[in-house]
């Protein structure tokens, strides 16, 4: 059903194909290595570099016995000798049996996968999508809550310029979810996001305040508040530790809250919180292989 | 009675073959200039803006001569005066009227207003779809970002 399909925006599979992924998902968790994919070329072309994201997609086609070719950042890429995207694309398309892409650029991937001859797997396209990100956070939800239906889900920090934040609000909406935003007054969530939630009739709360929420929900999702989104230093001081997660804040808790982090993480949460269970951001990475594994394999119709 | 004030400008100022733009809101007339690249043109050209108007209150009106517009043209004209009227004149008669329809789309004619969009940055054609009708609002089938009227610019 997916294959040959390119994963652009995470709106171009559907609730359904979502599902599908994230059981696959679950497939290759029990059992990580499977020489599936070995007849086959994964190329990750990274114009920008993101080590974690590439290493997770290199990991998972690589325990699925795939080659993978590619590059890390574009300095080591024909870009620097003023090759256009375009070219690039219908070289390398040659070259490999899917392409997983990560450029600067908004809308890069999109044309992308109109130029290329094989399926593409969006790695991120400037502030705009990173689908897989999305994937493998309802990956962690449905995990860890039994079900993504009728969650409390909190966000926390900047909810202005996250597309992490943005995608997954987005995903989740599907799922009658009740949400939580919580950020400074300056970073809070765009209306074309919160439009999403509001058109479909759904719950929200929106607050400054992170400790307050913390006993109503199922999921606090936490992320980093980046010291240039602000044009006054002093804003930035006085909001940068209302945001700091730490373990003796989670007292009240529901005893099946989990903590999710896109990562990677600053200060945002302290390190004292790593030991408590509730604690969930490295294994979240950690599914990150698993959906990236699914995605590689059902789109190149190995698995359906 | 609208017809009877059209009739009085044709009088005074018709032209013998070409096309008539009506009702274009006044404070635009000098932009529809410029996206047709009316500016350069070497025809008879008359352009009168801020007359009264029934429907609109104030409107403004082009008059083109030996020129009928193409599709993708009329669809400039439609972004961006989307009350616009075409009266298309062959020999001083009225031949067609109607009014321009803001597309569902919009292709390669308007610039996207992200800058770190692809399409700002390779030679790539622009894909719009657009979503407000009314108070123009286009998303960009790249980048996703909205594009509204008062960003508007054209490629």
């Known amino acids: 059903m997916m294959k040959n399909k390119s994963l652009v925006s995470i709106n171009d599979f559907t609730r359904e194909e979502h599902i599908r992924i994230l059981e696959l998902a679950g497939a290759f968790e029990k059992r990580p290595k499977q020489r599936i994919l070995e007849d086959y070329v994964v190329a990750t072309l990274f114009f920008e570099p993101s080590t974690r994201t590439r290493l997770s997609f290199e990991s998972a086609a690589t325990r699925l016995g795939a080659r993978v070719i590619g590059f890390s950042d574009s300095s080591s890429s024909s870009v620097t000798k003023g090759e256009t995207l375009r070219d690039t694309i219908l070289t390398v398309s040659n070259y490999?049996?899917?392409?997983?892409?990560?450029?600067?650029?908004?809308?890069?991937?999109?044309?992308?996968?109109?130029?290329?001859?094989?399926?593409?797997?969006?790695?991120?396209?400037?502030?705009?999508?990173?689908?897989?990100?999305?994937?493998?956070?309802?990956?962690?939800?449905?995990?860890?809550?039994?079900?993504?239906?009728?969650?409390?889900?909190?966000?926390?920090?900047?909810?202005?310029?996250?597309?992490?934040?943005h995608s997954l609000v987005q995903a989740l909406c599907n799922y009658n979810t009740t949400f939580h935003l919580i950020s400074p007054l300056e970073l809070k969530l765009p209306s074309s996001v919160k439009s999403s939630i509001k058109e479909r009739n759904l719950e929200y709360?929106?607050?400054?305040?992170?400790?307050?929420?913390?006993?109503?929900?199922?999921?606090?999702?936490?992320?980093?508040?980046?010291?240039?989104?602000?044009?006054?230093?002093?804003?930035?001081?006085?909001?940068?530790?209302?945001?700091?997660?730490?373990?003796?804040?989670?007292?009240?808790?529901?005893?099946?809250?989990?903590?999710?982090?896109?990562?990677?993480?600053?200060?945002?949460?302290?390190?004292?919180?790593?030991?408590?269970?509730?604690?969930?951001?490295?294994?979240?990475?950690?599914n990150g292989v698993f959906v990236r594994q699914a995605l590689l394999a059902s789109i190149l119709g190995v698995v359906e | 009675m609208e017809k009877e004030i059209l009739r009085k400008e044709l009088k005074v100022s018709a032209i013998e073959n070409?096309?008539?733009?009506?009702?274009?809101?006044?404070?635009?007339?000098?932009?529809?200039?410029?996206i047709?690249?009316?500016?350069?043109?070497?025809?008879?050209?008359?352009?009168?803006?801020?007359?009264?108007?029934?429907?609109?209150?104030?409107?403004?009106?082009?008059k083109v001569s030996n020129k009928f517009f193409k599709s993708d043209e009329i669809n400039k004209i439609a972004l961006f005066a989307p009350t616009a009227t075409l009266i298309v004149i062959q020999n001083f008669e009225v031949i067609e009227k109607k009014k321009v329809e803001v597309p569902d789309t919009a292709e390669n004619i308007v610039k996207c207003f992200n800058p770190n969009c692809i399409t700002n940055n390779e030679e790539i054609s622009t894909k719009f779809t657009v979503i407000d009708k009314n108070d123009l609002k286009l998303r960009c089938h790249y980048c996703e970002k909205i594009t509204a009227r008062k960003n508007i610019a054209f490629r």
């Open chain 1, 205 to 286: 709360t929106q607050s400054t305040d992170l400790q307050n929420i913390i006993s109503s929900v199922d999921i606090l999702y936490m992320t980093r508040i980046q010291k240039e989104r602000f044009s006054d230093p002093l804003d930035y001081e006085k909001v940068k530790n209302a945001y700091v997660l730490r373990n003796n804040m989670l007292a009240g808790a529901k005893s099946n809250l989990k903590i999710l982090h896109p990562l990677p993480r600053v200060n945002e949460i302290t390190t004292d919180v790593d030991d408590n269970p509730m604690a969930y951001y490295f294994t979240q990475a950690l």
């Open chain 2, 36 to 62: 047709l690249n009316l500016t350069e043109y070497q025809n008879q050209l008359l352009i009168a803006t801020n007359l009264d108007s029934l429907k609109m209150g104030k409107k403004g009106i082009i």
């Open chain 2, 18 to 34: 070409g096309t008539v733009i009506d009702h274009i809101p006044s404070d635009r007339v000098f932009q529809v200039i410029k």
């Open chain 1, 96 to 165: 490999c049996d899917i392409i997983v892409m990560r450029h600067p650029k908004e809308g890069s991937a999109r044309f992308a996968s109109e130029v290329a001859g094989v399926p593409v797997i969006n790695a991120g396209d400037g502030a705009n999508q990173h689908p897989t990100q999305t994937l493998l956070d309802l990956y962690s939800i449905r995990k860890t809550q039994g079900s993504l239906d009728n969650l409390n889900v909190a966000f926390v920090g900047d909810l202005k310029y996250g597309r992490t934040v």
